[in-house]
């Protein structure tokens, strides 16, 4: 009995601690020295560490919706119930259903339906050597 309940209370820890800690794969890609300076309109970004791919944007008027790519080293966590983008420094950039504003990005080569973002607020993410 003791070993049943040992084993239950372990579970349990296991579980609290992968709520906390979960983590997925973002699509990444190397901006190199330049961050395109268009900007990203305010929308609501969706982070979802279990969905493929795990972040993306809607235009509710058009029904489109806009699949992102990071830079290099950005990733994915789940904190509680709430899915983040985390940037290398380990700054959380964007909340599943918060409101991402100021991003700059441009295309992908992921193709059609795909944004490349490189900027967020006044921080540049670029791969270019000091």
Request: proline share 7%.
């Amino acid at each position: 009995m003791r070993r049943l309940a040992a084993a239950i209370v372990g579970s349990f820890i296991l579980a609290a601690c992968k709520l906390g800690s979960a983590s997925g794969t973002l699509p990444t890609y190397d901006p190199g020295a330049f961050c395109s300076l268009a900007i990203l309109l305010p929308a609501t970004i969706h982070v979802e560490s279990d969905a493929e791919p795990p972040t993306w944007v809607e235009d509710p008027t058009a029904g489109t919706r806009t699949n992102l790519e990071w830079p290099v080293g950005f990733s994915l966590r789940v904190s509680g119930d709430v899915a983040e983008v985390v940037d290398p420094d380990g700054t959380v950039v964007a909340r599943d259903g918060a409101e991402l504003i100021d991003a700059g990005g441009g295309t992908s080569a992921r193709g059609e339906n795909w944004l490349a973002v490189c900027g967020i607020g006044d921080r540049a993410y670029t791969t270019a050597d000091p």
